[in-house]
T-cell receptor, first 112, second 113 residues
Framework: EPEVTQTPSHQVTQMGQEVILRCVPISNHLYFYWYRQILGQKVEFLVSFYNNEISEKSEIFDDQFSVERPDGSNFTLKIRSTKLEDSAMYFC??????????FGEGSRLTVL | AQSVTQPDIHITVSEGASLELRCNYSYGATPYLFWYVQSPGQGLQLLLKYFSGDTLVQGIKGFEAEFKRSQSSFNLRKPSVHWSDAAEYFCAVGAGNNNDMRFGAGTRLTVKP
């Protein structure tokens, strides 16, 4: 069964460093998403991406964040200069059309 | 924009007892509704979804949910809870052209032996 894969599963970084989280969505899907879950809290929408551009973003998704689909298969989330409060689990998701989102297993980011 | 409320932060039930987790949504039109389950340290697994049609939907692991438009609710139920059902449960609503999904705060389920 096709699935969304995310790498790395866990990344530890120093505050101020750049981080790139990678996702490979299901191959024929058209819509891509990043969500964030701070430990013990709800899953929060960050950004949606369609047709090679951002379709919607939340207040969390400020200038420190960017997304890219560099090669037609990967979908990346970059945090330019990490802060302590960026520590969270980041989930990538994709969908084909009007159906449900399929989520990856998540990438845990720890900022020290 | 759509939003979701899960009024119960934590629920404890005995194994074998019935379960109902509450979910209320806010959206002007008919939304897409979902329930996801998350075990500790794991990702999100879809339990069931409602797009249209029959308002009582069946999901995996013996769960079901009923869409009630008049109450703006989509409560999750299971007639007999198993110890392995202990997890965090998230209700979510998808809406708009992008079907951007928004999650509730989650309900943590504890199952007593």
């Amino acid at each position: 069964e096709p699935e969304v894969t995310q790498t790395p599963s866990h990344q530890v970084t120093q505050m101020g460093q750049e981080v790139i989280l990678r996702c490979v969505p299901i191959s024929n899907h058209l819509y891509f998403y990043w969500y964030r879950q701070i430990l013990g809290q709800k899953v929060e929408f960050l950004v949606s991406f369609y047709n090679n551009e951002i379709s919607e973003k939340s207040e969390i998704f400020d200038d420190q964040f960017s997304v890219e689909r560099p090669d037609g298969s990967n979908f990346t989330l970059k945090i330019r200069s990490t802060k302590l409060e960026d520590s969270a689990m980041y989930f990538c998701a994709s969908r084909l059309g009007g159906g449900e989102l399929f989520f990856g297993e998540g990438s845990r980011l720890t900022v020290l | 924009a759509q939003s979701v409320t899960q009024p119960d932060i934590h629920i404890t039930v005995s194994e074998g007892a019935s379960l109902e987790l509450r979910c209320n949504y806010s959206y002007g039109a008919t939304p897409y509704l979902f329930w996801y389950v998350q075990s500790p340290g794991q990702g999100l697994q879809l339990l069931l979804k409602y797009f249209s049609g029959d308002t009582l939907v069946q999901g995996i692991k013996g769960f079901e949910a009923e869409f009630k438009r008049s109450q703006s609710s989509f409560n999750l139920r299971k007639p007999s809870v198993h110890w392995s059902d202990a997890a965090e449960y998230f209700c979510a609503v998808g809406a708009g052209n992008n079907n951007d999904m928004r999650f509730g705060a989650g309900t943590r389920l504890t199952v007593k032996p």
